[in-house]
């Protein structure tokens, strides 16, 4: 596996192919869930190739975005189908990127250890003190995806989106829920005071 080979052309891939309305899934974000990967697998117990699988994941988990908004993930895993083979990547290793890739779909569903790590660093931010500036950056994306219209209208889904959601790791329910938690709490106050 050609780990370093792989990133950088993921990163470059996203420099060269993202558009720029893509105020939160842009470059940075997939930086920021790389940066994050690598520091939970650590503290999860990872190491090895699962670690190395984990990176590559990171990487490329919205490398579709190039292509599609809506079924990213699906677009994704047919990039690192036809990509990772030119960087020493097995069939079962583009396969189990792939659940990675898959399991950050919303809702996430995922189904081992790896996956459960990878869906946790995607949504890092909810429960981090930068929640607020990164949120504002999906705001800002979600307005011109036609997603949201209004400021009300994405407190109301921030508050939904916030009660449904849950970590999996012991890590992120140590490091981030209680925080996030506190956000939402936030925001419900402001939602009370709608008409």
């Known amino acids: 596996m050609d780990l370093k080979g792989a990133k950088a052309y993921a990163l470059q891939q996203?420099?060269?192919?993202?558009?720029p309305l893509l105020t939160y899934h842009g470059r940075h974000h997939t930086l920021d869930v790389y940066q994050t990967a690598v520091e939970y697998a650590h503290l999860e117990?990872?190491?090895?190739?699962?670690?190395?699988?984990?990176r590559t994941a990171a990487?490329?988990?919205?490398?579709?975005?190039i292509d599609t908004y809506r079924g990213h993930e699906t677009r994704g895993c047919e990039i690192v189908r036809a990509v990772l083979p030119g960087f020493h990547y097995a069939p079962d290793q583009i396969e189990r990127i792939c659940g990675l890739i898959m399991a950050t779909q919303l809702p996430q569903t995922p189904h081992n250890h790896l996956e459960e790590i990878i869906c946790d660093c995607d949504l890092d931010y909810l429960?981090?003190?930068?929640?607020y500036p990164i949120g504002a950056t999906?705001?800002?994306e979600f307005k011109v995806q036609g997603i949201v219209q209004t400021e009300e209208d994405w407190n109301r889904l921030q508050v939904n989106f916030l009660t449904q959601h849950r970590y999996f790791t012991q890590t992120a329910n140590r490091l981030r829920q209680p925080l996030k938690e506190q956000h939402l709490a936030e925001i419900k106050r402001v939602v009370a005071q709608y008409a």
């Open 14 to 19: 996203l420099l060269d192919g993202l558009s």
């Open 45 to 54: 117990g990872v190491s090895g190739e699962d670690l190395k699988l984990l």
């Open 59 to 65: 990487a490329f988990h919205d490398i579709g975005f």
């Open 127 to 131: 429960g981090r003190a930068d929640f």
């Open 138 to 140: 999906l705001f800002a």
